[in-house]
């Protein structure tokens, strides 16, 4: 079978390296930054199946994808949904799982309605192109109304209520076309200036209950879409419970530790549901492992190539500020190994962020 990943960057790669060893697998990555479309066209007719690393596709080649509906995994609907965080936080709601309160906002007039149904603070977003903390802004008085709107305004926007959390986690599961799923361990999750530093499994003092909880969302979200593929549920942990805060129709930062630290990595397990081939196990390997980004700088991360227990991965990007240029994977025996391997790493984490403050 020939699938096409629609993207060439890391997550491209190691949805293909993933499944290197699989003969009856021929995969192919097609350059979006690239694009024609000629070359698409030619592209979609040369594969069998064809997925995507990222959601931030662009219009014109969502429109191309149309003309080929049945051979994309995860299926356009999904694709469409999670584009946009309007139709993404009503595809949570209809699918059982809380989300903070939000607005639709396409003026000023709409940012200042918000702000009186919704209370202040408010969290500001465009729908669509957002990650990494791009295209969102924070506002705490009714003054910053107007500074927001004139900074990602002009454009359809989302108004969501501030949610005061506990953590940040994720869970990500992977659904075959038979309905068959499987569900890796929940992460805890440490963002710095709006991007994702490190996960942790386990999270500490995380319930059995609130685990519990966090599973059945993901399998109540990926059935009500007839999902096929790796999908992500980002969760905040609030004194209330889980609050869903985004998707991911994809596999996900919060996972990489999976290519070390699980029988089955998110991204084989993406390839195998797309590919019509049984999933294979989620469960961790180890006790204890974790994920740590390596951001700007790759000087940092030589620390992990003299680290019995870790596994350095790099992007070969060209450095730049706030730019994720790799990760470091660490396996381990207990929490108190994984945590001394990350004091050992801690100049990959800016300072103050390393260890998680709860």
């Given at each position: 079978?020939?699938?096409?990943?629609?993207?060439?960057?890391?997550?491209?790669?190691?949805?293909?390296?993933?499944?290197?060893?699989l003969?009856?697998?021929?995969?192919?990555?097609?350059?979006?930054?690239?694009?024609?479309?000629?070359?698409?066209?030619?592209?979609?007719?040369?594969?069998?199946?064809?997925?995507?690393?990222?959601?931030?596709?662009?219009?014109?080649?969502?429109?191309?994808?149309?003309?080929?509906?049945?051979?994309?995994?995860?299926?356009?609907?999904a694709?469409?949904?999670?584009?946009?965080?309007?139709?993404?936080?009503?595809?949570l709601?209809?699918?059982?799982?809380?989300?903070?309160?939000?607005?639709?906002?396409?003026?000023?007039?709409?940012?200042?309605?918000?702000?009186?149904?919704l209370?202040?603070?408010?969290?500001?977003?465009?729908?669509?192109?957002?990650?990494?903390?791009?295209g969102?802004?924070?506002?705490?008085?009714?003054?910053?109304?107007?500074?927001?709107?004139?900074?990602?305004?002009?454009?359809?926007?989302?108004?969501?209520?501030f949610?005061?959390?506990?953590?940040?986690?994720?869970?990500?599961?992977?659904?075959?076309?038979?309905?068959?799923?499987?569900?890796?361990?929940?992460?805890?999750?440490?963002?710095?200036?709006?991007?994702?530093?490190?996960?942790?499994?386990?999270?500490?003092n995380?319930?059995?209950?609130?685990?519990?909880?966090?599973?059945?969302?993901?399998?109540?979200?990926?059935?009500?879409?007839?999902?096929?593929?790796?999908?992500?549920?980002?969760?905040?942990?609030?004194?209330?419970?889980?609050?869903a805060n985004?998707?991911?129709?994809?596999?996900?930062?919060?996972?990489?530790?999976?290519?070390?630290?699980?029988?089955?990595?998110q991204?084989?397990?993406?390839?195998?549901?797309?590919?019509?081939?049984?999933?294979?196990?989620?469960?961790?390997?180890?006790?204890?492992?974790?994920m740590?980004?390596?951001?700007?700088?790759?000087?940092?991360?030589?620390?992990?190539?003299?680290?019995?227990?870790?596994?350095?991965?790099?992007?070969?990007?060209?450095?730049?500020?706030?730019?994720?240029?790799?990760?470091?994977?660490?396996?381990?025996?207990?929490?108190?190994?994984?945590?001394?391997?990350?004091?050992?790493?801690?100049?990959?984490?800016?300072?103050?962020?390393?260890?998680?403050k709860?």
């Amino acid at each position: 079978m020939k699938i096409g990943i629609l993207g060439n960057g890391q997550l491209g790669q190691m949805l293909m390296d993933s499944v290197r060893d699989l003969p009856e697998l021929e995969i192919s990555l097609y350059d979006t930054r690239a694009h024609s479309d000629e070359a698409l066209d030619a592209f979609l007719a040369s594969v069998d199946r064809v997925s995507y690393e990222t959601e931030n596709i662009a219009a014109n080649i969502v429109a191309r994808l149309e003309n080929v509906a049945d051979k994309v995994y995860p299926s356009l609907k999904a694709l469409k949904t999670f584009q946009n965080r309007l139709l993404e936080k009503n595809a949570l709601r209809d699918a059982g799982i809380a989300t903070t309160r939000f607005c639709a906002v396409n003026s000023l007039d709409d940012l200042q309605t918000a702000i009186s149904t919704l209370g202040l603070p408010i969290v500001l977003k465009t729908t669509t192109e957002g990650y990494d903390g791009k295209g969102q802004y924070v506002l705490r008085t009714s003054d910053d109304a107007g500074p927001a709107w004139r900074a990602i305004g002009n454009r359809e926007l989302i108004a969501e209520a501030f949610v005061e959390f506990e953590r940040e986690t994720s869970v990500i599961a992977s659904r075959d076309e038979n309905g068959n799923i499987v569900v890796f361990p929940m992460t805890e999750n440490v963002h710095h200036e709006g991007i994702l530093r490190y996960s942790l499994y386990p999270a500490a003092n995380l319930s059995a209950d609130k685990v519990a909880l966090a599973e059945r969302y993901i399998r109540q979200l990926a059935y009500s879409l007839d999902y096929v593929g790796t999908i992500t549920l980002e969760l905040f942990e609030t004194a209330e419970g889980l609050v869903a805060n985004e998707v991911a129709p994809r596999v996900h930062n919060s996972g990489h530790w999976s290519i070390e630290g699980a029988t089955t990595s998110q991204f084989r397990n993406h390839m195998l549901a797309i590919a019509g081939l049984p999933l294979g196990a989620a469960e961790p390997k180890y006790p204890a492992v974790a994920m740590l980004n390596v951001i700007g700088d790759e000087t940092p991360a030589a620390q992990a190539d003299t680290t019995a227990n870790a596994f350095r991965h790099s992007y070969g990007k060209e450095a730049r500020p706030a730019r994720k240029l790799g990760h470091v994977t660490v396996v381990a025996d207990s929490t108190e190994e994984r945590d001394a391997t990350i004091d050992q790493l801690a100049d990959l984490i800016p300072a103050g962020v390393w260890p998680p403050k709860h």
